[in-house]
């Protein structure tokens, strides 16, 4: 197969491969050596403070001069209201007592404690910094801020989980699409109604390539020669790598967290909403049955916000019942090599193929 394409082209890279931008285990070390191998390195923001945002940005920009993209939540926040609130105090009771069950010490917030912030504050980091590609998910950004990346001379991804999704990014004028399917490790990216959609990957590519003229990246089960070959061959231009990236070097996983990984068998890995309110694939643990059982869930980002003391917690205690490990439906040996290692050895498998 060849390389180079509209993507390379447009991305100043050398492969069409996207390391993808995993809140909470993306590292500007692993940003860095993705962009380092001839690939696109992210740097995933999610809901990072403006403040923290400007310095995960600088610090990616100290390590490499290759061009890496910027990933940001696009969602929008929940009015709070008279269910809202009691809802909320529902659950926060019901997690506070799982927690002391289980020996897990996590002050939970108060729904007037929480700390809910626009992406938009997020935008003008990014503008200011003047990152030259910009992807997000969870949404689609208004006109007027789609205006403004085009402005500051951005490349804009985003990210669709079902056709209507990938029109709509369209008609905004985001110049390239990214298909998430439904075999992808994390959050899903919805934002049309569309939280669960039965419409499997491939397919899901297919139609997208079909209706749009942009650009199209997959994402979604790529873990091999194989499997990159088999979405190349549906037409798509880019690819994105995450679960194969999990247990690199760089990555920000515990150590437990990666050894957890290393156990996974395909029955392990579930969609769920428990810990954040959006679905999101992941490993089933004593937590999500649990919050699952009960029904005990708000929506995004209220839970996200209530359980992250929890994880934190989890976390401390090296206790993966209570922690998110967001990864892929396709179980495989997971590598703790590099993250250029593990790129450079896909990239040859890949190639190796065509002698």
């Not at 999500?288 to 989890?314: D, M």
């Not at 976390?315 to 290692?341: L, R």
């Not at 896909?346 to 002698?355: A, G, K, R, T």
């Amino acid at each position: 197969m060849r390389w180079k394409n509209e993507i390379t082209e447009r991305f100043g890279i050398n492969y069409p491969i996207i390391q993808a931008p995993m809140l909470g285990v993306t590292s500007p070390e692993m940003v860095a050596a993705a962009s380092a191998t001839g690939c696109l390195g992210s740097l995933a923001l999610g809901d990072l403070t403006a403040e923290q945002c400007s310095a995960a940005i600088r610090q990616t920009k100290a390590l490499t001069s290759e061009p890496f993209a910027v990933n940001f939540f696009a969602h929008a926040i929940p009015p709070v209201t008279d269910h809202l609130i009691s809802k909320y105090n529902t659950v926060r009771s019901f997690v506070q007592d799982l927690a002391q069950k289980h020996n897990l010490k996590a002050e939970l917030p108060n729904l007037e404690q929480l700390q809910l912030h626009s992406y938009h504050d997020q935008v003008a980091v990014i503008l200011k910094e003047k990152c030259p590609i910009v992807s997000f998910t969870f949404g689609n950004p208004d006109a007027a801020i789609i205006s403004m990346f085009k402005q500051n001379g951005s490349i804009l991804i985003g990210t669709c989980t079902s056709l209507d999704e990938a029109l709509a990014l369209e008609r905004s004028g985001i110049d390239m699409i990214c298909v998430q399917g439904i075999e992808a490790g994390g959050h899903r990216g919805s934002f049309i109604n569309n939280p669960l959609p039965l419409v499997g990957g491939l397919s899901l590519l297919s139609q997208v390539i079909k209706h749009v003229r942009v650009p199209v990246i997959y994402a979604g089960g790529i873990y091999n020669a194989s499997s990159l070959r088999a979405v190349h061959t549906l037409g798509a231009c880019g690819f994105q790598i995450g679960s194969l990236l999990l247990t690199a070097k760089e990555s920000r996983l515990k150590p437990f967290e990666k050894e957890r990984l290393q156990q996974l068998k395909s029955n392990d890995v579930i969609l769920t909403n428990s810990f954040t309110g959006r679905y999101a694939r992941g490993i089933r643990n004593l937590f999500s049955k649990e919050a699952e059982a009960s029904g005990n869930i708000l929506p995004y980002p209220y839970q996200n916000k209530l359980t992250a003391p929890l994880r934190l917690a989890s976390k401390t205690n090296q206790n993966p019942d209570f922690v998110s490990i967001w990864v892929g439906q396709s179980p495989y040996p997971f590598s703790t090599a590099s993250t250029a290692e593990i790129l450079h050895n896909l990239i040859h498998e890949v190639e190796s193929q065509d002698v």
